[in-house]
């Protein structure tokens, strides 16, 4: 189903979390963003439009400018965000930049997806990028977003603008496989639940883990973001980032994941 789905899928939304992102170091992967190229240039070959929603600005800051690492000061981890926002472009640009594919910054905040003039004036950004072949990175505004800094919504945030580009597809990266109904880091008795179409069902059959060391969303965030698109007719895909060619191999059946989708 899940080979189909993309198969058959012309705009998809991919969102990366800063666990998918980042080293053990809290460095950018660089080489995961230069396998990632090759897998949404094969995706666009298929004439396939990819948007990408990334985190990762704070935890690029960090690195960059290490001295400030320890402050909790909300304005130092804006400035944080705003130094590593560059770093983070940089790197995507880099990564595309050997099949000659151009990138587009796009920050969000909450407020931009709920008012109407915003909402067209970006839905005709992200129409005219894809046009023209220009990959949207789109990240939430952490410079001016306090909210978002402390809980963490990027997960959220790819929903809702899967919904605002009307996206025949959301894939969510994450560290694990998909779903399962315990946590697989501490039971290895623990199963992958491969599709989902109760919601509410399963939140009430599944043990909920801990938040990850560098993302600030954890499994909840990403099941309340497929009801999000669920809602809108959209279909979510909980996969493992960090598996080698991921997205082609879940394109070619190799790999599972967990799938919602709304049977209405």
Same mark, same amino acid.
């Given at each position: ?156 945030? =790819?929903? @809702? ?6 996206? #025949?597809? &959301? *894939?969510?990266?994450?560290? %694990?496989?998909? $779903? ?9 008795? =623990?199963? @992958? ?6 919601? #509410?069902? &399963? *939140?009430?059959?599944?043990? %909920?883990?801990? $938040? ?53």
């Amino acid at each position: 189903m899940i080979s189909k789905l993309i198969n058959e899928s012309k705009k998809i939304v991919i969102k990366i979390g800063s666990n998918t992102l980042a080293n053990e170091n809290g460095t950018i992967n660089q080489v995961f963003l230069q396998k990632l190229s090759d897998q949404v240039k094969c995706l666009m070959d298929q004439d396939k439009q990819i948007l990408i929603v990334s985190s990762g600005a704070r935890i690029a800051g960090v690195v960059t400018i290490g001295k400030w690492m320890r402050k909790e000061d909300i304005h130092y981890k804006q400035a944080l965000c705003a130094i590593g926002q560059v770093e983070l472009m940089n790197a995507y640009r880099e990564a595309f930049s050997k099949y000659d594919i151009h990138v587009g910054q796009i920050l969000l905040t909450r407020e931009d997806l709920f008012d109407s003039n915003r909402t067209l004036n970006i839905r005709n950004t992200l129409f005219t990028l894809e046009d023209e072949g220009v990959i949207p990175i789109v990240n939430e505004n952490d410079t001016v977003s306090v909210e978002e800094i402390k809980i963490g919504e990027n997960d959220t945030l =790819a929903a @809702l603008t899967a919904n605002l580009w009307n996206a #025949d597809l &959301l *894939i969510m990266f994450s560290d %694990i496989d998909g $779903v399962f109904d315990k946590n697989p880091k501490e039971s290895k008795d =623990a199963v @992958l639940v491969k599709e989902v179409t109760d919601i #509410d069902k &399963l *939140i009430s059959s599944i043990e %909920i883990g801990k $938040v990850n060391s560098f993302g600030t969303g954890g499994i909840i965030t990403k099941i309340e973001a497929a009801r999000t698109v669920n809602n809108y007719g959209i279909p979510m895909i909980l996969t493992n980032g960090k598996k080698e060619n991921i997205l082609l191999k879940l394109l070619s059946g190799e790999e599972t994941a967990t799938i919602f989708f709304s049977k209405k």
